[in-house]
């Protein structure tokens, strides 16, 4: 079974542009290393919690937006990996500046539990 890593950004509005270039640079490497999709999701309606919510998880400001954001690997091993191939691969020392705080990030792998598609 498949195996998803996810990821969640607080990042500045005014860095959209900057942000999806460099999720595309990342995406073709991610590709060379075994994922099977990626998706890059700009948050148009992420609603404030009472208890807790999305922008707080990444304490974004008024002037930022989330980004949720997830990686599918054919299985943990091609994501252990893959993983471990993207973050020794040369080409990421090309991008010297990110568009966002990468302190901020929320991030996990997930085993799927359900897996529905309508058919």
């Given at each position: 079974?498949?195996?998803?890593?996810?990821?969640?950004?607080?990042?500045?509005?005014?860095?959209?542009?900057a942000?999806?270039?460099?999720?595309e640079?990342?995406?073709?490497?991610?590709?060379?290393?075994?994922?099977l999709?990626?998706?890059?999701n700009?948050?148009?309606?992420?609603?404030?919690?009472?208890?807790?919510d999305?922008?707080?998880?990444?304490?974004?400001?008024?002037?930022?937006?989330?980004?949720?954001?997830?990686i599918?690997?054919?299985?943990?091993?091609?994501?252990?990996?893959?993983?471990?191939?993207?973050?020794?691969?040369?080409?990421?020392?090309?991008?010297?500046?990110m568009?966002?705080?990468?302190?901020?990030?929320?991030?996990?792998?997930?085993?799927?539990?359900?897996?529905v598609?309508r058919?």
């Amino acid at each position: 079974m498949s195996y998803i890593d996810g990821f969640i950004i607080a990042v500045p509005t005014a860095n959209k542009e900057a942000y999806r270039a460099v999720a595309e640079k990342a995406a073709a490497i991610f590709f060379d290393h075994g994922a099977l999709r990626l998706t890059e999701n700009w948050g148009d309606d992420v609603p404030d919690g009472k208890v807790t919510d999305f922008r707080m998880a990444v304490k974004a400001t008024p002037e930022e937006t989330v980004v949720f954001s997830w990686i599918e690997w054919p299985s943990r091993e091609a994501r252990d990996a893959g993983m471990k191939a993207f973050m020794e691969d040369p080409r990421l020392k090309e991008t010297t500046e990110m568009p966002f705080d990468g302190q901020r990030m929320i991030f996990g792998g997930f085993a799927p539990l359900l897996d529905v598609t309508r058919g």
